[in-house]
């Protein structure tokens, strides 16, 4: 696992450690999370069109219950500010099926990577966590390529009142695990320079929305192809 400089700071003065919650927990996290959330990332990544040779850049991978879900023909760099979480992730990554993947600590929200430098941007049940959902969400847009895909797995308040109300009643019990129920997703995406595409759940009763956004390309722009598409367009 490469370091990165605005990496975790626990333990580290001044430096501000957001996931506490997630490091503490991370002993346990699998046994709790991973039979519903490995199988939901699984799926909606493997409904992407993810071309050879794509770059993937996935937002708190935490114990990397997503790293068998991705292509080998893509290269995916997966982030996450625990180091407790990481090293579970490490710990599952197998140098050879998940050569592809790559694991690093940072912040989200000061990714280290330039604009536009990924085909796809994933963050799966982080972006409520982290302490300014819209500031992670405006990275991911900055740090993806003009007509890029952006991917979210996170629950976001319901459009209907009197759903939005019940779930609001489990907001104290959620915020135990670092995240609230009264997120808006037009509030996240407001400025933020993505289209919707899609937002479906993958059953009806699931708190969980999968959002599928698309970096806005001024019209006339070159799409800046890469791996098999740049191949074909030679
Ligand atoms: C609920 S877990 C989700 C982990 C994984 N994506 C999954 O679906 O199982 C949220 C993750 O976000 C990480 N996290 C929280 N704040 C972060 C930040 N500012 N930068 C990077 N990762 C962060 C936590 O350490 C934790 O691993």
Redesign the pocket.
Same mark, same amino acid.
């Given at each position: 696992m490469k370091a990165g400089n605005t990496g975790n700071g626990a333990g580290k003065k001044g430096v501000p450690h957001?996931?506490r919650i997630?490091s503490d927990l991370s002993g346990v996290y699998d046994h709790v999370?991973m039979p519903i959330?490995a199988r939901r990332?699984e799926s909606v990544v493997a409904g992407l069109d993810i071309q050879s040779n794509a770059r993937v850049l996935e937002?708190?991978?935490?114990?990397g /219950? &997503?790293l068998d879900a991705y292509p080998p023909h893509c290269r995916v760099t997966a982030?996450? /500010? &625990?180091t407790e979480?990481l090293a579970r992730a490490e710990a599952k990554r197998d140098p050879w099926q998940h050569r592809h993947i790559e694991l690093r600590q940072?912040?989200?929200?000061a990714l280290e990577f330039e604009d536009g430098a990924f085909d796809f941007v994933t963050a799966?049940?982080?972006v409520t966590?982290?302490p300014d959902p819209r500031k992670l969400v405006a990275e991911m847009a900055r740090v993806c390529k003009p007509g890029g895909q952006i991917v979210i797995i996170n629950h976001f308040s319901s459009e209907r009142p009197v759903i939005r109300a019940f779930v609001d009643l489990a907001d104290p019990l959620t915020r135990v695990l670092g995240w609230s129920t009264r997120l808006r997703l037009g509030d996240v995406l407001q400025g933020s320079g993505l289209d919707l595409e899609q937002r479906y759940k993958t059953s009806p009763f699931s708190l969980f929305t999968i959002v599928e956004a698309r970096k806005f390309q001024p019209p006339g722009a070159a799409t800046q192809l890469r791996g098999t598409d740049q191949a074909r367009a030679s």
């Open positions: 957001h996931s997630y999370f959330f990332i937002v708190g991978v935490g114990t /219950l &997503s982030i996450d /500010l &625990s979480m940072m912040d989200a929200l799966f049940h982080t966590v982290v």
